[in-house]
C-alpha cells in the first residue's frame, strides 16, 4: 500500500476504514453505498483529490476536514450531515461539491472563499435561503438547488457570470426571480414545481426553461420574449390560450403544453420553423391548424387524451401517427373547399337565375328563394314551382273574397282543404305540398279572369 494513490470500496457493509489507508500519496478514495459512519483519520491523506463517501451513514464530516488543501472533488450526498465543518471554506481548491440528500438547513458564509468552485448541489435538503456570500463564487456553472424551501435569491445573484445551469425545482418560488434577467450565461434553467405565477422578465440566454406544475394562466410576455429559446416545458399549468406571438419563438424545437386548458392552437404556431416535438396531450383542443401541414420539422407531435378532438384526426393519429394525421388533415381540408364551392355556386344560382325564370319554368333540383321579397317553392309529381312575391300576387283577395278559398287551386285532391288552410297558411299546390305565409293570412289579389274569344266559325 505504499504507493497507493486510489482506492475503491462500494455496495458494502463496511462501516469504518483503517487509519492505514489514509495516507501520503493516496488521491482518489471513493467510498459510496457502504455503511460508513465516520471519517476520522483522513487528515492524514493530504494529496488527497477525490473523495466520495455518498450513499453512508455519516452525521458529521470531521473537523479536520479543511486540511484537504488540495480537495478538487467532494461529494458526501445521501448521509445525515446537519452541517458543514466551520473551516470547509479552507478548501479553496475545491471545483465540485456535492451535499445533496442531507439534513442542512444552513450553508456558512465560508462557501464564498471556494473561489474555484464550478459546481454545487444543495438539493434536496431544509435550506430556507441561500448565504449572500455566493454571489461571490465567479467560477460558478451549476447550481442545484432543488427540494428546499427557498422562496427568493440572494441580492446581487445576476452577478453570477459564469452561471449556465440553475435548478430550483419544488421550492416556493411565487416568481421567475427578476435578478435572472441580467445574466448572460444562463442557458438552463429548472423552477417546476414551484407556486410561479409570473414572468416578470425575460432571459435573452436562455435556451431551457421547465416551469412544468406550477399555477401560469398564460404564456408570460416576457417568456415569448426569450429569443433563443430551444426548448419550453408549461406542463400541468392553468393555461387557457396560446399567444399569437409564440412565433416569436424562432429557435424553439421542443414544446411541451400538456395537461392544460388550451381550447385551440393558432395559426401563428407555424412560424416555429425549426419545431421537432409538440405536446397537447390531455388539452381540450378540437383541432388542429392548417399550419402544422407545413411545419416540415415536425416530427412528434403527442395529442392523446383530448376528450374534444376531432374523432376522424384521433382515430387517424392513433393509427399511423403523425403521418396519417396530418393525410386526414388533408381530406377535411378537401372537403370543405368542396362544400365551400358548392355553396357559392348555389348562391349565385339562387340570386340570379331565380329572379329572371317565370314559375313554370324553375329547375326542379332547386329549393332555394331569391334573396329579396316572398318566395315560395311548391312541389309536385311532375314539376317544382318558384313563386316570387309578383307571381304570388293572385292569392292575395280583396276584402269581399278573403274568406274564400282561390277557387283556381280547387283540384279533387285538394278541394277539401281549404277550411284547413284558411286557419294555417294558403295552399298554393296542386298536389298535397302546402305553403304557408305567415301566422296570418295576407290580403290576396284575385288571379285574372281569362277573357272570352269568339273565334270565327270554321
Known amino acids: 500500500m505504499q504507493h497507493l494513490e486510489s482506492f475503491s470500496i462500494t455496495w458494502t457493509r463496511v462501516k469504518s476504514l483503517p487509519v492505514e489507508l489514509f495516507r501520503q500519496g493516496l488521491k482518489t478514495l471513493s467510498l459510496e453505498r457502504n455503511q460508513i459512519n465516520s471519517l476520522d483519520g483522513i487528515e492524514k491523506a493530504v494529496d488527497l483529490s477525490n473523495l466520495d ?8 464530516l470531521p473537523k479536520t476536514l479543511g ?16 452541517e458543514l465543518p466551520a473551516n470547509f471554506g479552507s478548501l479553496n481548491r475545491l471545483s465540485t461539491l456535492d451535499c445533496s440528500c442531507n439534513r442542512l438547513s444552513v450553508l456558512p458564509n465560508c462557501i464564498c472563499n471556494l473561489t474555484e468552485l464550478k459546481s454545487l448541489d444543495v438539493g434536496n435538503n431544509s435550506l430556507s435561503e441561500l448565504p449572500n456570500g455566493l454571489v461571490n463564487l465567479p467560477n460558478l456553472e451549476d447550481l442545484q438547488a432543488q427540494v428546499n424551501q427557498l422562496e427568493k435569491l440572494p441580492n446581487g445573484f445576476g452577478q453570477l457570470t459564469k452561471l449556465s445551469s440553475l ?12 435578478q435572472l434577467s441580467g445574466m448572460i450565461s444562463l442557458h438552463t434553467l429548472n423552477m417546476k414545481d414551484n407556486n410561479i405565477r409570473a414572468f416578470p422578465s425575460a432571459i435573452p440566454t436562455l435556451k431551457t426553461l421547465i416551469l412544468d406544475s406550477n399555477n401560469l394562466e398564460e404564456i408570460p410576455e416576457e417568456l415569448v420574449k426569450c429569443s433563443n429559446l430551444q ?3 408549461l406542463q400541468d399549468n392553468r393555461i387557457v390560450t396560446i399567444p399569437a406571438e409564440i412565433g416569436n419563438l424562432s429557435s424553439l424545437r421542443v414544446l411541451h403544453l400538456s395537461r392544460n386548458q388550451i381550447d385551440e392552437v393558432p395559426e401563428d ?5 425549426q419545431l ?3 405536446s397537447l396531450r390531455a388539452t381540450q383542443i378540437k383541432t388542429l391548424p392548417n399550419a402544422i401541414l407545413a411545419m416540415s420539422e415536425l416530427v412528434k407531435l403527442d395529442v392523446t387524451e383530448c376528450p374534444r378532438f376531432d374523432q376522424d384526426l384521433a382515430l387517424a393519429y392513433e393509427n399511423g401517427g403523425l403521418a396519417q394525421l396530418r393525410e386526414e388533415m388533408c ?5 370543405a373547399t368542396t362544400t365551400t364551392t358548392e355553396t357559392v355556386q348555389g348562391n349565385s344560382e339562387t340570386t340570379t337565375d331565380y329572379q329572371r325564370r317565370s314559375p313554370n ?26 313563386w316570387t312575391e309578383q307571381d304570388c300576387n293572385f292569392i292575395r283577395p280583396t276584402e269581399d273574397e278573403a274568406d274564400e278559398p282561390p277557387q283556381s287551386h280547387q283540384t279533387p285532391e285538394n278541394k277539401n282543404s281549404g277550411d284547413e288552410s284558411r286557419n294555417e297558411g294558403v295552399a298554393i299546390d296542386d298536389c298535397s305540398t302546402r305553403a304557408k305565409i305567415g301566422r296570418e293570412r295576407p290580403p290576396i289579389q284575385p288571379k285574372p279572369k281569362p277573357r272570352k274569344v269568339d273565334l270565327p266559325d270554321t
Open 53 to 60: 463517501v455518498s450513499s453512508n451513514l455519516l452525521k458529521e
Open 231 to 233: 426548448m419550453a416545458s
Open 67 to 82: 486540511q484537504l488543501q488540495n480537495l478538487t472533488t467532494l461529494k458526501i450526498s445521501g448521509n445525515a450531515v446537519a
Open 167 to 178: 435548478n430550483l425545482r419544488k421550492n416556493r418560488f411565487t416568481e421567475v426571480p427578476p
Open 269 to 273: 404556431i407555424g412560424a416555429l420553423g
Open 361 to 386: 319554368t324553375v329547375d326542379s333540383s332547386s329549393t332555394e328563394a331569391p334573396n329579396s321579397g316572398v318566395a315560395i317553392v311548391t312541389k309536385s309529381k311532375h314539376k317544382t314551382m318558384l
Open 276 to 278: 421537432r416535438h409538440l
Open 331 to 335: 381530406r377535411q381540408n378537401d372537403r
